[in-house]
């Protein structure tokens, strides 16, 4: 099996609303080294369940999996509530994105389906951004240290107590890209929906899903790479099999063909392809699949070859090395793509 063709069966099961069985060839190893990349692992897990074919210790694995992205997200959920209540109170109206969304809107068919690093949350305006920065700041959040370039985000705010992450944003994707997403609209159409002892706003459904696409496209670039990101096709998935799912589907790709054809073409007919029955994959996003797949695995190598060195300094030597800010988002980028 090719590291395109795990790509190809990762992507049918997560979006497809009838799942074919594994290939009786099927490399497991490479599967779950892709769907650990791609952080949809827990996903794969539940979309799997019950099939016969999926090897007992494989399946023991993605159990596993799913079980502890659920307690985990259980946690999540918890603490964007109490966020939330806290922004309530203050006066403040944020908009989730993103993985937050997804949980807000209760469209999530098992809690535990969608990994997630952080919560991301939209502020309205540069004011509020701000006092729910200084709030948050009072409750034990502690933020990173700010961009060194303009950004449409503050950087990662942490609390150990509540073991979350949260990102406040200014803006829902960077400036380079605002053309993609039409702020406003995504603003004046957002619905309110309960969470905890308060209500929120999320996108509707087809900006969740217009909001997901254009972040795997730009931030990821995977217009770049000519394909979409499994975790985009996951979120897709989510979206299309909920009533109605289809049309908003179809209206959040026509929107985003209508600001960006180049970026977004691939996107539409690369969907279409892994909802149907597994075929032959288009050799243009074979050879680009099997391209990438090399290099991720040299940059594997490269930090395969660093961290022994790096472990082997003194605790005074660590913390000296860890002071560039270059080298920490040189290291935080392979351990992201590898």
Known sequence: ???????????HWLIAEHPCPPPPDCDWNLVMAAASHHLVTPALAFRLQGQERVPQET?????AV??????????????LALVCDWFAQAGLDPLLIKGASLVA????????????????????????????????????FR???????????????????????????????????????GEPDIWARSECVPLGSCMVRVPMAQHRMAIAIA???MHDRGH????????????????????????????????????????????????????????AMPPALRGALDDRWARWRKAGMRLAQTLPAFF??????????????????????HFRRW
């Open 1 to 11: 099996m090719r590291p395109s063709e795990a790509y190809g069966w990762i992507a």
């Open 59 to 63: 399946a023991d694995y993605l159990d």
């Open 66 to 79: 799913l079980y502890l992205n659920r307690e985990r997200n259980a946690q999540l959920a918890d603490g």
């Open 105 to 140: 809107s209760g469209c999530l068919p098992d809690p535990g389906v969608r990994m997630m690093g952080d919560l991301d949350v939209v502020l309205p305006d540069e004011a509020q951004l701000q006092a729910a920065r200084a709030l948050m700041e009072q409750r034990g």
């Open 143 to 181: 933020f990173a240290p700010a961009p060194r370039r303009p950004s449409h985000q503050l950087g990662m705010a942490t609390h150990d107590e509540l073991a979350l992450g949260v990102e406040l944003h200014r803006r829902m994707i960077s400036p380079a890209y605002a053309h993609a997403l």
């Open 215 to 217: 972040h795997g496209q």
């Open 224 to 279: 770049v790479f000519g394909h979409i990101g499994l975790r985009s096709l996951q979120d897709i998935g989510l979206h299309l099999r909920l009533p109605d799912g289809e049309s908003a589907y179809r209206a959040a790709i026509d929107d985003l063909l209508s600001r960006d054809q180049q970026v977004f073409a691939p996107a539409g007919p690369m969907v279409d392809w892994a909802r149907g029955p597994p075929g």
């Open 312 to 333: 082997r300094l003194s605790a005074a030597q660590q913390r000296e090395a860890l002071q560039p800010q270059r080298w920490r988002d040189r290291m935080g980028y």
